[in-house]
């Protein structure tokens, strides 16, 4: 009885210890927002791509960012909340540099913009959506366009 109630214990704790390792696999994305530190050590492991792009632009309707920022990402959509027009980096009130959108995503802003830790299952597919708002701003502002390969 004491033996199996121990057995128990140990396949549980064993169960935990794996959880915490995928989570750690799939990059980290554990239930807490970024440290100051954590955001300054961020780099984007997805190249500006036209397939990012696309992958980007899929997720962006996904996961519904349309609803507030509109198709077009020009936030004209009538919400009650002020969201941000991601077309115009001039306007971001969080940061512009990958990392700080990355962060602007991953764990919100201000008290509408929702978080997507819990939801978006990928730091890649996050990163995608960065690729995506890019590719909204004026071109003289987004970053040199990478081939993809064949
Ligand atoms: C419920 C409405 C809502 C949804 C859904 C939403 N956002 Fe937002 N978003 C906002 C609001 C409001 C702000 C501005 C927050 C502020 O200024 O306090 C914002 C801000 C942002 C910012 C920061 C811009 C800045 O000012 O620096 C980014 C980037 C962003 N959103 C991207 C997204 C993406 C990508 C999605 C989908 C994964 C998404 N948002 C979904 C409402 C929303």
């Known amino acids: 009885m004491g033996k199996h109630f121990a057995a128990t214990i140990m396949t549980v704790t064993g169960l935990i210890a794996?959880?915490?390792?995928?989570a750690a696999a799939r990059g980290g994305q554990d239930d807490k927002p970024l440290t100051p530190e954590q955001v300054k050590a961020l780099k984007s492991p997805i190249p500006y791509s036209k397939k990012s792009i696309t992958k980007g632009r899929g997720l962006y309707v996904r996961y519904s960012c349309t609803?507030?920022?509109?198709?077009?990402g020009k936030a004209t959509v009538d919400v009650v909340a002020d969201a941000t027009d991601l077309t115009a980096p001039k306007l971001y009130r969080f940061g512009t540099s990958g990392a700080e959108i990355f962060r602007s995503i991953r764990d919100g802003q201000g008290a509408s913009m929702p978080n997507y830790r819990s939801q978006i299952p990928t730091e890649d597919e996050m990163w995608h959506l960065v690729?995506?708002?890019?590719s909204l701003w004026p071109e003289a502002q987004r970053p040199a366009l990478v081939e993809d390969k064949p």
């Open 67 to 72: 609803g507030c920022h509109g198709a077009d």
């Open 18 to 22: 794996l959880a915490g390792a995928g």
């Open 131 to 134: 690729n995506f708002i890019y």
